[in-house]
């Protein structure tokens, strides 16, 4: 009884942590909507300024939001009892949109810039942003390939799962740190009378944007590294329980918070027929985390 009241008490925590950083994460859109409609010139595709205001809106939506998401979708309880190969689509479908999404972002700053003879890729903020489009690009590529795909044997999966889970979670973290120096620096540039340093509304109401983008990072980062809400890999027991190993055995019980132990799972397996019957599984040696 205590225990099932203790767990009964950690899915609360979870939930609550949850709504909260869904929460926030939807009002951080929300308010970088209202600042290129309110205070800047809207959305448009035509090389004015309103090309460059889909940079923030698209970052904040899906570099930001949907890689948040995709980054806790195994912690989500109700879907422990989906199929992983359908878990392991939806975690790659939503990295592949906010891909999407910081790609045209991207696009429509450097044509921004170009139309109006700006220089590109001078300043700190283009810098960082440009190399975690591109490592979260290859992060993507090489998770489809090793961890979606069914040809990676599980050493492989199981010596690359630590690389996989840091460089997603430092990724993530980069990008937060990137559109807080981002809005920073479009403020700076943009807020001349009155100044940025003179306290304007425009200016306090994109501090409290980057306000919840830190809250929103701090909430999933916080999920993803708790042991306790990682998806229990009950099947896998159950299988190596029968071939004489111990549950612990197998790569696909690495998750974002003990990213260590995919290091040593591959080592305890014991027998050739505990991997090949762990390949069998959709559950075993497949995990993919971003």
Not at 74 to 99: D, Q
């Amino acid at each position: 009884a205590g225990s099932g009241a203790r767990r009964m008490e950690s899915y609360g925590r979870f939930l609550a942590l949850l709504v909260s950083a869904l929460l926030v994460g939807f009002l951080s859109v929300v308010f970088s909507l209202v600042w290129v409609f309110h205070y800047r010139e809207g959305l448009s595709w035509d090389g004015g300024p309103g090309e460059f205001n889909w940079h923030p809106v698209l970052i904040i939506t899906g570099f930001v939001f949907i890689q948040g998401i995709a980054i806790i979708v195994y912690r989500l309880p109700w879907t422990w009892k989906c199929s992983k190969l359908l878990m392991k689509f939806i975690h790659a479908g939503l990295n592949t949109i906010a891909m999407i999404l910081a790609i045209v972002s991207m696009v429509a700053v450097f044509d921004f810039h170009n139309a109006r003879n700006i220089p590109n890729m001078y300043s700190l903020h283009s810098w960082i942003g440009l190399t975690a489009v591109i490592f979260y690009a290859l992060q993507l590529f090489l998770g489809v390939a090793v961890f979606l795909l069914p040809f990676a044997p599980v050493p492989l999966r199981a010596a690359l799962m630590p690389i996989h889970v840091y460089s997603g979670l430092t990724i993530f973290a980069t990008v937060i740190a990137t559109a807080l120096m981002g809005v920073t620096e479009k403020l700076i540039f943009s807020l001349k009378n009155p100044a940025y340093s003179a306290f304007p509304p425009e200016g306090t109401f994109v501090n409290c944007l980057g306000i919840l983008l830190v809250i929103f990072g701090a909430l999933i980062l916080w999920m993803a590294s708790r042991s306790q809400w990682k998806r229990p890999p009950e099947m896998n027991a159950k299988v190596l329980q029968h071939l004489g190993a111990t549950p612990e055995g197998t790569e696909a019980e690495s998750t974002m918070a003990d990213s260590t132990n995919a290091d040593q799972s591959d080592l305890r397996i014991n027998s050739e027929a505990a991997r090949k019957q762990n390949l069998k599984f959709d559950e075993t040696g497949q995990r993919s985390t971003m």
